[in-house]
């Protein structure tokens, strides 16, 4: 909901901060914990975090 508000464009010095790609990199980060927790849940604990660990490596 927040990422087509933000604007896709460089700020700061030599324009690298860009909103757009900071909050895309905030909601991969914030899916892998969530597919981690759900395959913890399906999977248990152990080959939940193993899996998890794997598919973030990637």
């Known amino acids: 909901m927040i990422l ?3 604007p896709n464009r460089g700020f700061g010095p030599f324009g690298v ?3 757009a790609q ?3 990199l905030v909601v991969l980060v914030s899916g ?3 597919l981690g927790y ?5 999977l ?3 080959e939940g ?3 998890t660990g794997l598919l973030g490596g990637l």
Request: no cysteine; net charge neutral.
């Open 4 to 6: 087509p508000l933000l």
């Open 17 to 19: 901060l860009n909103p």
């Open 22 to 24: 900071i909050w895309l």
């Open 32 to 34: 892998i914990g969530f």
């Open 38 to 42: 759900i395959l913890m849940k399906v």
């Open 44 to 46: 248990g604990a152990e």
């Open 49 to 51: 975090i193993g899996l």
